[in-house]
């Protein structure tokens, strides 16, 4: 009872420590949702982009919230995975959002003319980035209160309900990928009593729509404006939300799980 009382007065005080969340891909979209609501509820924020110093809503954010930390990390660059690991060793990360991801476009995934190289992209950011930020940063994770890594995936990679042809087969692979990689980061973290989900935000209206309705990588990223009100999509921000309240609900008694952004599973 004390303890309770005191813990309530720190936090009253604001001299109970915040949270820590790290975000990938946090320049845009909904990750950049992600940091900016976190951010509002008073956690530490280690906001992560590849190209911090033009992303200019992310500066902002920076600018105006003083618990916010950008950081340059490139999902696939190896030596910046490891030398921000170096630099945050000791922090304790106690979610650890693993959201950087790419769509991949249409050309290239056209049945008749499958990209190797694209493959190749997309398996680098959307399966083994995320892999190999988990390991990265497993000790941060585990050395915190929630012990909590996601990863943002999609019901494109289930493979049960795959039953039609799909415009994003290489997209729908690396999702399904992603999903044994972050299982087997899981069973490795378990021991460590480290939660692992894979989430699906819903279809959300961002850059990754526009690309996914036929634009290029570099028309979609010129859009500021995300309009695409079709029944059945959200925005970045009330996907945050969701994906904020399944981690908040993550209780630690599984790991591994596959969960929908209102926390229900979700078949392999
Ligand atoms: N939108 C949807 O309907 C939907 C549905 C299911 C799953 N998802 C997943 O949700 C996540 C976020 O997507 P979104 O909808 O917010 O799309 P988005 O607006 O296109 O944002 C994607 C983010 O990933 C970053 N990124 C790409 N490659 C990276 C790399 N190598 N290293 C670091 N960051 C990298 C991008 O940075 P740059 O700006 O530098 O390119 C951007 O910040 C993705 O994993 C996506 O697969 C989205």
């Known amino acids: 009872m004390r303890l309770v009382l005191i813990a309530f007065l720190?936090?009253?005080?604001?001299?109970?420590?915040a949270e820590t969340v790290l975000v990938t891909g946090s320049n845009r979209g909904i990750g950049l949702e992600l940091v900016t609501q976190?951010?509002?509820?008073?956690?530490?924020?280690?906001?992560?982009?590849?190209?911090?110093?033009?992303?200019?809503?992310?500066?902002a954010l920076a600018q105006k919230q003083k618990n916010v930390t950008i950081e340059t990390l490139d999902v696939t660059d190896m030596a910046q995975i490891a030398a921000l690991a170096?630099?945050?060793?000791?922090?304790?990360?106690?979610?650890?959002?693993?959201?950087?991801g790419l769509l991949g476009g249409?050309?290239?995934?056209?049945?008749?003319?499958?990209?190797?190289?694209?493959?190749?992209?997309l398996m680098a950011v959307n399966?083994?980035?995320?892999?190999?930020v988990s390991e990265a940063f497993a000790a941060n994770v585990a050395?915190?209160?929630?012990?909590?890594?996601?990863?943002?995936?999609?019901?494109?990679?289930?493979?049960?309900?795959?039953?039609?042809?799909?415009?994003?087969?290489?997209?729908a692979t690396s999702k399904a990928a992603v999903n044994m990689a972050m299982r087997t980061v899981a069973m490795q973290l378990k021991d460590q009593d480290v939660t692992v989900a894979m989430l699906m935000p819903g279809i959300v209206r961002t850059r990754m729509?526009?690309?996914?309705?036929?634009?290029?990588?570099?028309?979609?990223s010129?859009?500021?404006?995300?309009?695409?009100?079709?029944?059945?999509?959200?925005?970045?921000?009330?996907?945050?939300?969701?994906?904020?309240n399944v981690v908040a609900s993550i209780d630690g008694s599984e790991t591994g799980i596959f969960l929908n952004n209102d926390g229900s599973r979700i078949d392999w």
Do not use: C
Not at 40 to 54: F, L
Not at 162 to 171: A, G, K, Q
């Open 106 to 121: 249409r050309p290239g995934q056209d049945w008749g003319n499958l990209s190797a190289d694209l493959f190749a992209r």
């Open 127 to 132: 399966v083994f980035g995320p892999m190999k």
């Open 209 to 220: 729509m526009y690309q996914a309705g036929g634009m290029s990588l570099e028309e979609a």
């Open 143 to 171: 050395a915190s209160e929630q012990k909590k890594i996601i990863v943002i995936s999609s019901t494109i990679g289930s493979i049960s309900r795959m039953e039609n042809p799909t415009p994003f087969p290489i997209l």
């Open 222 to 244: 010129r859009q500021t404006e995300f309009e695409f009100d079709r029944p059945g999509t959200i925005t970045a921000a009330e996907s945050a939300q969701r994906i904020r």
């Open 10 to 17: 720190l936090s009253l005080s604001g001299l109970a420590a």
């Open 86 to 100: 170096k630099k945050l060793e000791g922090t304790p990360i106690d979610v650890l959002i693993n959201n950087a």
């Open 38 to 59: 976190y951010a509002a509820e008073g956690w530490h924020v280690i906001a992560t982009s590849r190209s911090p110093h033009d992303d200019e809503e992310l500066l």
